[in-house]
């Protein structure tokens, strides 16, 4: 079972990476999908089997295809992928992977030389879940909730498309 | 089941949050670094999950319920924006989009 989680992690880290350094869009979805999947398997072995199903239908299915969606209305061409190879260059990438590896590499001090390693194991289910969620936590579902209808009204607003309408009064205006 | 070590899991949360933050810094695509932005989220919730596992305890996993929440009102919120950008500007440059009066 250990296995199974060393395995799951390497194949989350190989497809992130694979995403972050893909010239087109697509194929970095996909990657990005697997990664999820990965992911996802990492929760069930992690004894959150509830989440891993949340992980597979919302990020992997609900949110990818989101994007998968705006790139369609967008109708990029194939220069797209030459512009991205263009702006991903080897000079841009030096300075911020090296500041982002020195920070990684303390995180992995950190964690690595602080020992909580537990003994105990037990399974949360998603009863305990639910539980928890409409008992403590009540007033931070209702907050998602206006959170995810203001997130509507947003998307509604920011998406449509202005018509061009000029008031007759102005075009007068503007004759004179 | 088992128990997988809490800092392998929180190893990999971490690698793949500092895997999103370099895509951030090095792209100029808006719509990557809308992706690399759910990476980040993803490894968070990741490290929630973790720790809800070590201290079995409930909270781990409602955090990560808030968090998908809030990746999900994030995205279609940022992929609206991203479509006014591209037919305002009609480019995915994030610099393009540097004046508040486009």
């Known amino acids: 079972m250990l296995l199974t989680f060393y395995i799951a992690s390497a194949i989350a880290v190989a497809a992130t990476v694979?995403?972050?350094?893909?010239?087109?869009?697509?194929?970095?979805?996909?990657?990005?999908?697997?990664?999820?999947?990965a992911i996802a398997v990492v929760f069930y072995l992690l004894g959150a089997t509830f989440m891993a199903a949340l992980e597979v239908i919302i990020y992997a299915g609900a949110i990818v295809v989101l994007i998968i969606f705006v790139i369609m209305m967008l109708n990029l061409k194939a220069e797209a992928v030459d512009q991205e190879r263009r702006w991903l260059d080897s000079k841009i990438l030096i300075g911020p992977l090296i500041l982002s590896v020195i920070l990684l590499g303390e995180l992995v001090y950190i964690i690595t030389s602080s020992g909580t390693t537990?003994?105990?194991?037990?399974?949360?289910d998603a009863k305990a879940v639910g539980m928890s969620l409409y008992g403590p936590y009540v007033i931070g579902v209702e907050l998602s909730g206006i959170l995810l209808m203001a997130g509507i009204v947003g998307a509604y607003h920011l998406g449509r498309q202005k018509k061009k309408i000029?008031?007759?009064f102005l075009e007068k205006v503007e004759e004179d | 089941m088992n128990n997988v070590p809490v800092e392998a899991g929180l190893l990999l949360a971490g690698i793949l949050f500092m895997l999103g933050l370099i895509s951030v810094l090095i792209r100029r695509n808006i719509i990557f670094m809308l992706i690399s932005v759910e990476i980040m989220l993803n490894a968070a919730g990741l490290a929630f999950i973790v720790a809800g596992a070590r201290w079995m305890q409930a909270d781990g996993q409602v955090m990560f319920v808030f968090i998908l929440t809030m990746a999900a009102a994030e995205v279609s919120v940022g992929l609206a924006l991203i479509l006014q950008i591209y037919h305002q500007l009609k480019t995915l440059d994030s610099d393009a989009a540097n004046k508040m009066k486009g």
Request: aromatic share 10%; glycine share 6%.
């Open chain 1, 18 to 37: 694979m995403v972050i350094t893909r010239h087109n869009l697509i194929h970095a979805l996909l990657y990005l999908v697997v990664s999820f999947l």
């Open chain 1, 118 to 124: 537990g003994e105990g194991y037990k399974v949360v």
């Open chain 1, 166 to 168: 000029v008031h007759r």
